[in-house]
T-cell receptor
Framework: QQQVKQSPQSLIVQKGGISIINCAYE??????FPWYQQFPGKGPALLIA?????SEKKEGRFTISFNKSAKQFSLHIMDSQPGDSATYFC?????????????FGRGTQLTVWP | ETGVTQTPRHLVMGMTNKKSLKCEQH?????MYWYKQSAKKPLELMFV???????ENNSVPSRFSPECPNSSHLFLHLHTLQPEDSALYLC???????????????FGNGTRLTVT
């Protein structure tokens, strides 16, 4: 059973637009929700993460929105740029567990057209 | 430039070959991991090492054999692989193996493995 479900699988956005990627989880014990960004030929890199005690976290053009009751969280990329074109993975785990035991979504391939 | 270096970047091997993947981290971390990344599938955790000791083997077939001689180096020895083992193999490290908000995973750029 997939612990974290991510959608859409692919996303095409015009430059300057808003990119939105959604994730849902089942395990209510999860309390750490990172997003990773992966460029072609590179490994994933931590982009932004959120804890369930806040509903939103913003870092520059990237914002995570978190809805604990719905068990959903999403990544919003404002003013999307061609350099944002990459694959984005949401993940979830619980504090105190083995860090490598991140449950990843299947990824969203984002393409931003100039 | 990533603090986690993987070699080789690409590897093509036959099903009867024996090869090894190498990972080195320069971040002073104590935990290291092997992941398998296949197209359209979530990243799969394979092995976890903490202070050189294997702490997790995620039901990985014995044709994959990890080795961690010290906290900075991690190897994945491969033998008699199957075509379905073709994937991107990623190494990662973290300060320690316990999840904390200030201890993210740092990934290498991976080894693209093709089994013919």
């Amino acid at each position: 059973q997939q612990q974290v479900k991510q959608s859409p699988q692919s996303l095409i956005v015009q430059k300057g637009g808003i990119s939105i990627i959604n994730c849902a989880y089942e395990n209510t014990a999860f309390d750490y929700f990172p997003w990773y960004q992966q460029f072609p030929g590179k490994g994933p890199a931590l982009l932004i993460a959120i804890r369930p005690d806040v509903s939103e976290k913003k870092e520059g053009r990237f914002t995570i929105s978190f809805n604990k009751s719905a068990k959903q969280f999403s990544l919003h990329i404002m003013d999307s740029q061609p350099g944002d074109s990459a694959t984005y993975f949401c993940a979830a785990t619980y504090r105190g567990s083995t860090l490598g035991r991140l449950y990843f979504g299947r990824g969203t391939q984002l393409t931003v057209w100039p | 430039e990533t603090g986690v270096t993987q070699t080789p970047r690409h590897l093509v091997m036959g099903m009867t070959n024996k090869k090894s993947l190498k990972c080195e981290q320069h971040l002073g971390h104590n935990a290291m991991y092997w992941y398998k990344q296949s197209a359209k599938k979530p990243l799969e955790l394979m092995f976890v090492y903490n202070f050189k000791e294997q702490t997790e083997n995620n039901s990985v077939p014995s044709r994959f054999s990890p080795e961690c001689p010290n906290s900075s180096h991690l190897f994945l020895h491969l033998h008699t692989l199957q075509p379905e083992d073709s994937a991107l193999y990623l190494c990662a490290s973290s300060q320690d193996e316990t999840t904390s908000y200030n201890s993210p995973l740092h990934f290498g750029n991976g080894t693209r493995l093709t089994v013919t």
